[in-house]
Nanobody, 116 residues
Framework: DVQLQASGGGLVQVGGCLTL?????????????IGWFRQAPGKEREGVSC????????FYGDSVKGRFTISRDNAKNTAYLQMDNLQPEDTAVYFC?????????WGRGTQVTVSS
């Protein structure tokens, strides 16, 4: 079965940091771009970041540029989202996804809460 498992969320104070992990199984992880979206209550889903499978090209949403860093370890079938200097507006459920030429699937979200 194809699975994506997001983990690493939690409660953190303003200015703190967290690292989210997204681990895949049941598919060729290194063929897929891996990315993160987030959704806060009452807000639209927002693209956070993504990383290409081989050339390492990365994308960041404007609201997280300079604070978040995405990376991947294909040998471990895992991508990471290092989140620094977290702010209350980063509070959301974070979802990871995998995409390869339009074939995409999603994992369950992980809650990130930033307290002020």
């Amino acid at each position: 079965d194809v699975q994506l498992q997001a983990s690493g969320g939690g409660l953190v104070q303003v200015g703190g940091c967290l690292t989210l992990s997204c681990t895949g199984s049941g598919f060729r992880f290194d063929d897929y771009a891996i990315g993160w979206f987030r959704q806060a209550p009452g807000k639209e889903r927002e693209g956070v970041s993504c990383i290409n499978p081989t050339d390492g090209f990365t994308f960041y949403g404007d609201s997280v540029k300079g604070r978040f860093t995405i990376s991947r370890d294909n040998a471990k079938n895992t991508a990471y989202l290092q989140m620094d200097n977290l702010q209350p507006e980063d509070t959301a459920v974070y979802f990871c996804y995998a995409d390869h030429l339009g074939d995409d699937f999603w994992g369950r979200g992980t809650q990130v809460t930033v307290s002020s």
